[in-house]
């Protein structure tokens, strides 16, 4: 790995932004614009139209006009990254290149899920999309939502070959992501695609992470990597601790309906979903009730 020190081409803390729906299903657009600039403070980027913004409902149509309204609308040096990640590569191409007029500051492109291809057809599908634009690309390898995982000898050899910047790495598996770091340069970047094992991705080589409890905590998940980053491991760990409780319930159930539903308490957005998503049945409202209170984003009775 090179000793030279590179700035994290997406910043450090990227939130994995919900998109807002009206009452009625359709994108809301002026609930956006308040997320934005709720979000703009906290973090460095959002990540448009991914999992958690519910993307595989969102038409093409959506997805663009999200990326597109979030680049007009934000502060400069705040990335907007489109996710155009399908299990089609000629689709994936035609978003990649539709985004990056829209404006996008980067891509991110997963795993291709349901037809699972080998090792080859995971280099000929990112590499395809890779090309399409001058963006740069973060894979997404999230085998507990595809099913399958993207082969480690293929990221490595994308880190050096392609356009390819960046992974969001949500497989659970620290010691792949330490055998990766120490296979990659240091212009290619890891990102914790699980909030709560941010901290222990860092100890390995990670330099940030794709978040959805930054809709919550941005300001503080970039407060204990600067920390950790600073040498202060003590207080790095003391935040990741204090707010282990919050990023777990975040995922009480599907992400990202706890999420959403803690916004909408927060007055940010409606707490409206696309099927097959649902709101919260009660006993997992109360809880979240409960920990909004604890962490107090909501007041006490």
Known sequence: MSAKAHSPVFGRVLTAAVTPFTAG??????????????????CDGVVVAGTTG????????????????YKSRARRGFHVVANVGTNNTAESVKLARAAARAGADGLMVVGPYYNK???????????????????????????????????????VELAATTRVRAVKDATGDVEGVALLRSQTLSDFFIYSGDDSLTLPMLAVGASGVVSVASHLIGRELGDMIRAYEEGNVAEARDIHLHFLELMRELFMTTNPIPVKAALARLGLCGEFYRLPLTPLNEPMAARLDAVLREYEFIRRD
């Open 117 to 155: 291809p080998n090792a080859d057809g995971q280099r000929a599908h990112f590499t395809k999309v890779a090309d399409a634009t001058e963006l740069p690309v973060m894979l997404y390898n999230i085998p507990g939502r595809t099913g399958l995982r993207v082969a480690h000898e293929v990221i």
């Open 54 to 69: 519910e993307g595989p409902t969102l038409s093409d149509k959506e997805r663009l006009g999200l990326v597109d309204f």
């Open 25 to 42: 299903g359709t994108v809301d657009f002026a609930a956006a614009g308040r997320l934005l600039k709720y979000l703009q403070p906290q």
